[in-house]
Every structure is written in structure tokens, then in C-alpha cells.
């Protein structure tokens, strides 16, 4: 194998890792070489000085779930006092607020809920659409799909189609955790799989829906499974084209009965940099900084970052898990600006939107 210099030299420009070289770059380079080396491929793959962000809400519409993961803080089993679910009045209610903010993205997202048929998510994307068709419907987990699929003896595609029909036009990467089946047995036994998690997004893309994809790292996964993860997130990528951005993002275990250990924010800056370099075929890796925090945000984008992600203007799964970081629109341009970059106002598909920043430079 070559030397981890030459690796990173290669890397740095464009050049693929192999799985062995991934591990061994992972966890042989310095910090600082492995950030030097993301930092150029970002600058290669987008020369400019802007960095993007979106104007978003989460709105976790149930928090009843039947997939009763040990990491989650946030759900509640069938039948618990604490369980709820959001009538279409009341998301709507949520939907028009955060457009009044400038939102054009919309993640409704929550629990497995075998409750709910999929005329609920119909009807309520149906009036989001008609309502608000300035904003984009980016929504449910590969988890929820499965879980309407099952209630309605239908199959994925058939659920999907349905679903943009009705104005889902894309879907969040959500509850890919680490598509390793050691650690999915661990931290989520009644979840999809990690091959299900992948023919959920390859049908998505088929059907032409733009996704993301996430990486929970953090709880009992090891380097070569966090490796892992990459390559067969690149490897689809490969095959379909469909991804539109890769969202590395720690887990926080202060509330939840899985005690895995927390990352270290020199831990994610190097998931950060290793994202970059391995996913040569990804043209955005966000700034997650919900779990990490707006500091570490902003040394992300010296890491290989190229976007801030979102506002997020109103989220309670992370923030029960022990979260408590928060944004503006002002904090985020203030970020982007301080780490020498210019802020701009982007669409769920990387677009870039004309749109007045909130603090003018």
C-alpha cells in the first residue's frame, strides 16, 4: 500500500481510495494532513467563496413509533401517555409559520406509526402543495416509507409514487445511522436493514426523487464500519447519481438508553474530512453542526465542508437526545462569514435562490 502522503496527495485530487486505503487514511493521517488534504478537494470542486445554506423546519409530526430504537430519546410506544400525533391543522399551523421566515424546505418527519394510513400523509402533502408551493416538501425517513408500505400491503415504489403525486419531491437520508448489519442489530433491531435503507433510496432516485445521506456515527460502530458506511453509500452512487449530499452527524447519548460513547469534536472533523476524500463521486458534504455546534460547524467547512445545512427553525428528535444548539439565518451568515466565506441562500436541491440574506455584507 502506498504511503499515507501519497494516499492523501491523490485523494486530495480527485483520485478514488480503495476500502483499505480508506481505513488506513482514516486512522493513520494527522488531523491537520487529513483536513489540509479535504480542504483541497473542496477548493477543486467548488473554487468560489460561497457557502450554502437553506432556510428549513423539521416538524415531527408523531413521536408514537413501533421501531423503538435504543439511541432515540424522542419516541414513544404505542399506547404511552406521552404519545401524539399532529393533526393536519396543526402541521399546517407549523408549515405557514416557518414560510413566513423564508423556509422553502420542509421536513416532516416522526415515529413508525402503524396508525397512520398513507390518506393521512396524502391529504396533508396534497394541502402543503396547494398551500404553499413555494415550498418544497424534502420528507419521511426510509423507516416511514417501509412502515406505510407495510400497513397498506403496498409496495415501496407503489408508496412512493403515491406519495409525489400528492407533492413529496424528496427525501431526507434520515435513519441510515451506519449501514453495518453488527451495529443495526445493536442500536436498532427492529428497524429496516441496511440493504432495505439502500432500495428505498435506489427506488426513490429511480422514480427521479433527489435524497440525501446521513451517517449517525458515534454509538458502538468501529473505524473500518464508519469506512464501510462510505463505500456503500459511493458504490450506489456510482450506480444511480441520486444523492445530492452527504450528512455526517454525532450521536448524542445524554437522554437515551443506548450509552455509547460521544464523539470527540476532533472525531468529527475527521469524518468530515475522510467524507469528502471518500465520496469522490459527492458533490455537497454538509456542515451538520446541530449535534456538534456552530464553532465546529464552521471549522467543517476548512475540513471539506462546502455547506452549512439549514436552519432547522424547529426540530425536538436531536434536542430530546441532549442537544441544545440553535440557529438563525443571522447566526449561520455570521459563521460563514467569520470563517472567510460568503453566505448564500440555496433550495433543497443545491439551487441557488435569490433571496435577500438576513445580514447584508
Not at 467563496?49 to 419516541?75: K, P
Not at 444523492?243 to 452527524?249: G, K, L, V
Amino acid at each position: 500500500m502506498s504511503d499515507i502522503a501519497t494516499l492523501l496527495e491523490r485523494a486530495s485530487h480527485g483520485g478514488r481510495l480503495s476500502y483499505d486505503e480508506g481505513v488506513a487514511v482514516y486512522r493513520e493521517a494527522s488531523l491537520h494532513d487529513l483536513g489540509a488534504a479535504a480542504h483541497r478537494r473542496r477548493t477543486m470542486m467548488h473554487p468560489g467563496r460561497e457557502v450554502s445554506y437553506v432556510i428549513d423546519t423539521t416538524i415531527n409530526y408523531t413521536n408514537i413509533c413501533n421501531v423503538h430504537c435504543s439511541f432515540c430519546a424522542f419516541f414513544r410506544p404505542e399506547g404511552h401517555a406521552e404519545g401524539y400525533t399532529m393533526t393536519h391543522d396543526e402541521v399546517l399551523a407549523r408549515v405557514e409559520w416557518a414560510a413566513e421566515q423564508g423556509a422553502t424546505q420542509i421536513m416532516v418527519q416522526g415515529g413508525v406509526n402503524p396508525d397512520l394510513a398513507i390518506s393521512y400523509y396524502v391529504d396533508l402533502f396534497e394541502k402543503i402543495a396547494e398551500r404553499f408551493p413555494g415550498v418544497d416538501i424534502h420528507s419521511l425517513s426510509t423507516s416511514e416509507i417501509c412502515g406505510i408500505a407495510k400497513r397498506e400491503n403496498m409496495s415501496v415504489e407503489d408508496v412512493l409514487t403515491t406519495l409525489r403525486a400528492a407533492g413529496l419531491k424528496s427525501l431526507p437520508g434520515a435513519g441510515a445511522e451506519i449501514l453495518v448489519e453488527r451495529v443495526r442489530k445493536r442500536i436498532s433491531a427492529r428497524k429496516i436493514d441496511d440493504d432495505r435503507w439502500l432500495d428505498v433510496m435506489r427506488i426513490a432516485q429511480r422514480l427521479g426523487m433527489p435524497t440525501t445521506a446521513t451517517m449517525m456515527f458515534g454509538s458502538i460502530e468501529t473505524d473500518p464500519e464508519r469506512i464501510t458506511h462510505l463505500e456503500v453509500l459511493r458504490e450506489l452512487q456510482d450506480e444511480t447519481h441520486g444523492f445530492s449530499a452527504f450528512i455526517p452527524w454525532y450521536y448524542v447519548p445524554h437522554k437515551t438508553p443506548l450509552r455509547g460513547r460521544e464523539a470527540t469534536g476532533l472525531e468529527y472533523l475527521r469524518v468530515i474530512a475522510i467524507s469528502r476524500l471518500y465520496l469522490d463521486n459527492f458533490d455537497h458534504i454538509q456542515a451538520s453542526w446541530l449535534t456538534p455546534g456552530l464553532k465546529l460547524g464552521q471549522l467543517a467547512l476548512l475540513y471539506g465542508a462546502d455547506d452549512m445545512g439549514g436552519t432547522i427553525l424547529e426540530e425536538r428528535v436531536v434536542t430530546l437526545a441532549g442537544s441544545t444548539n440553535q440557529a438563525t439565518r443571522k447566526d449561520l451568515e455570521k459563521t460563514i462569514r467569520h470563517a472567510g466565506y460568503i453566505p448564500v441562500v440555496r433550495d433543497t436541491y443545491f439551487q441557488r435562490r435569490d433571496y435577500p440574506l438576513a445580514t447584508p455584507a
